[in-house]
């Protein structure tokens, strides 16, 4: 009765509305900004691709650190005033971008916009929704993601309509303008005031006397192991694969405009894929078992990379990559805090969710490096293979974890 009750309302509820708007203009305005305004920056400042995208790693490397001191933020009950201040703080460093005088302003910038993204994008508001929903917040997730799906059409859109019209200067104010003033409004209005009384760090981990205690507690679980290695993989594999996958499209013999319309869909699928899970679920009736769930994408994101692989001159089999390799990971981003609290718990959930989640967003910020080197050295083939042999690792494991702990039950 509650869950259908919580389904019934979440597309209805304005204050998931307001949470889905912010985490569009959140990741546009943070994440999708970046790459949108790579080609810009080249000719503006003289620095070389390489230089410049070395700004995004470091932004992902500080969001993966900052994530674990905004899960304790969220389990004390902080997680409205996290989030708002994370809009306003990344809206400032953009404001400030367009100042910089030299490489390293730019890094300590994009540094500072790393602690804005650990504070306000999918993890730490996937936490509070788990926080707030329990196990049914699966439907919420999913209508956040499928908003904020499309935050790289309008990034992209957006800044080059103006950077046309009058520079690329302007686009990042106009963004720092949505982020302080729309995305962070949008967030203290979409998140409820947090009813869980505001523990101490002495109360929030009773059970384990210490945070350390608790850490250690976690850390020797197989199942911590099996969750953080296949988020790990998954975002390797997929970042390595997004970061090269017009030069893998046109290796395998698609054209340069077939290349550009199939990777443009590579978004589309991501919510084709949760979208496709939540409406087979209602056709059937029945909600699928979570672990299930992640074991099927870690055995689509295999099949994705054998079927790059092989798709030599045949447009077909390119399209059903987009599909696997789109649909695998949009679901996987779905699950993955339900998948969390169900296999790790709930309690101190926000803790435990970053802590997971440290190899995700570091797989996100080396993989570009890394699939650039790889196929600069050995080429595109091995770079599929690479990407092949990480989804493999990620389901052998995960599956092996997965299966000693329900034996254990």
């Not at 971008?97 to 500072?112: C, H, K, N, R, T």
């Not at 804005?116 to 329990?134: E, K, Q, V």
């Not at 997929?238 to 869909?265: C, N």
């Amino acid at each position: 009765m509650l869950r259908d009750q919580i389904k019934s309302t979440v597309w209805s509820n304005p204050k998931l509305w307001a949470v889905s708007l912010g985490e569009t203009l959140a990741w546009a305005g943070l994440f999708y900004l970046f790459p949108a305004s790579l080609i810009r920056w080249k000719l503006h400042f003289g620095w070389s691709v390489s230089e410049l995208s070395t700004g995004l790693m470091i932004a992902l490397m500080v969001s993966a650190i900052t994530g674990i001191g905004s899960g304790k933020l969220i389990d004390k009950g902080f997680g409205r005033e996290l989030m708002s201040g994370g809009a306003v703080l990344g809206g400032v460093c953009l404001l400030l971008i367009p100042m910089v005088g030299s490489l390293d302003e730019f890094y300590i910038l994009w540094a500072v916009a790393g602690i804005a993204m650990g504070a306000c994008l999918y993890d730490p508001c996937f936490a509070i929704l788990t926080r707030h929903y329990s196990s049914e917040a699966k439907e919420p997730i999913v209508m956040v993601t499928l908003f904020a799906g499309f935050s790289i059409s309008f990034s992209f859109i957006l800044s080059a309509s103006i950077s046309s019209v009058f520079n690329w200067e302007t686009s990042f104010y106009v963004f720092s303008f949505l982020l302080c003033f729309l995305a962070a409004p949008l967030f203290w209005i979409g998140i409820s005031v947090d009813t869980k009384p505001k523990r101490s760090t002495t109360e929030l981990f009773s059970e384990s006397k210490s945070l350390s205690n608790f850490f250690r507690g976690l850390i020797v679980k197989p199942i911590f192991w099996g969750l953080s290695i296949l988020f790990a993989t998954f975002a390797l594999n997929h970042i390595m694969i997004i970061s090269q996958i017009l030069p893998l499209f046109e290796s395998k013999g698609a054209s340069s405009t077939s290349a550009v319309l199939m990777a443009s869909a590579m978004g589309p699928m991501q919510v084709g894929g949760r979208m496709a899970l939540l409406g087979l679920e209602k056709y059937l009736k029945k909600e699928f078992e979570i672990t299930r769930v992640a074991i099927f994408s870690c055995v689509a994101l295999v099949c994705a990379s054998g079927l790059l692989y092989y798709s030599e001159m045949s447009p077909l089999v390119l399209g059903l990559f987009v599909v696997f390799q789109g649909g695998s990971f949009g679901i996987i981003n779905l699950v993955k805090p339900v998948i969390t609290a169900r296999l790790l718990g709930e309690s101190n959930f926000g803790f435990i969710s970053a802590v997971v989640g440290v190899g995700y967003i570091f797989g996100f910020a080396i993989a570009p490096g890394v699939s650039g080197f790889i196929s600069d050295v050995w080429g595109n083939d091995r770079l599929i293979g690479t990407t092949f042999l990480l989804a493999l690792v990620g389901f052998v494991i995960f599956s092996a974890s997965a299966t000693r702990k329900f034996k254990q039950k």
